[in-house]
């Protein structure tokens, strides 16, 4: 812990007790930390394989108006009596920052950010210190609280790095743009013709989004050829559309979205053939999209 507290321990529990009162929805789970045997240590970014999803963090950032890159300047523990939910081997953190970097946000905010945040305690069942350590926060202003944030999850707190920065920044950047696709909400009219030679079809497939915004997959198969299809965002149905690119908003629109199978009300033809063509294409969009993979959300 630093020697120079911004703030006594007696204004620390006031401080406690009015975050209990006013912000216990933003209590958030941070990775189990090492003990530090009183020394701050820098907390990692996570590896690859725990850091989160592409989808989890276009998740974040869709609901979170602020984010910000802070560190940890302060910290007060809550008294256990002010955090009754609180499960075992946690302590709940009320936690004063610095904004390092405003990636987002809709007004201005200072250079202090205050938080709730809930941890695991040490091995020797103490409160870890998160002091000098950096994090993302995806969070809500307080209304009526200048330089309070509520986060948007249980989870929208993440160790901040190189690489996470990065992709966040991406991600926002993404929703920045102009024409940010819909999200598929389902699939309707569903149509499979043959063509003229054996193996040779197209099926076309209309998805519902929750803006109404027209949207359309097409499968093409031909004779020797691998299957071929593709999206079109709009009243058209482009013949050369392609498929969304990985780690985009049009993929994360429908890979994390679309139902596993078509409904038996999307089908125009009651030709069994027909729609069996329509289940096996539809089938293999799901393949080609691949999983929404989510380990925050």
Avoid: H
Wanted: proline share 9%.
């Amino acid at each position: 812990m630093k020697n120079d507290k911004r703030f006594s321990d007696a204004l620390k529990l006031t401080l406690t007790a009015l975050a209990a009162a006013a912000l216990p929805a933003c209590a958030a789970s941070l990775p189990s930390l090492p003990g530090t045997g009183g020394a701050p240590q820098p907390q990692a970014e996570l590896p690859e394989a725990q850091a989160p999803t592409y989808a989890d963090l276009v998740t974040f950032a869709r609901a979170a108006p602020l984010v910000a890159i802070v560190t940890v300047d302060d910290q007060a523990v809550f008294p256990v009596e002010r955090a009754p939910d609180l499960a075992p081997g946690r302590a709940r953190l009320y936690l004063e920052s610095l904004t390092r970097n405003l990636l987002t946000s809709p007004t201005g905010v200072g250079e202090s950010l205050t938080f709730v945040t809930d941890v695991d305690r040490d091995a020797d069942g103490d409160a870890p210190d998160l002091e000098e350590q950096d994090f993302i926060v995806f969070a809500s202003l307080v209304p009526g609280r200048p330089g309070e944030v509520q986060l948007v999850s249980s989870r929208a707190i993440l160790a901040a790095g190189p690489s996470i920065e990065e992709r966040v920044r991406r991600v926002l950047r993404q929703l920045a743009a102009a024409d940010s696709p819909p999200t598929a909400t389902g699939v309707r009219d569903v149509i499979s013709v043959p063509g003229n030679l054996a193996g040779e079809s197209e099926t076309q497939m209309f998805v519902e989004t929750a803006r109404g915004a027209p949207v359309s997959l097409s499968v093409v198969r031909r004779p020797g050829q691998q299957p071929q299809w593709g999206v079109s965002f709009g009243e058209i149905v482009d013949s050369a559309a392609r498929p969304p690119a990985p780690e985009t908003l049009e993929w994360f629109a429908l890979a994390c979205f679309l139902p596993r199978e078509l409904p038996e009300s999307a089908f125009l033809q009651a030709d069994s053939d027909a729609r069996q063509r329509a289940r096996a294409d539809y089938a293999f969009v799901l393949e080609e999209l691949g999983r929404c993979e989510r380990r925050f959300t």
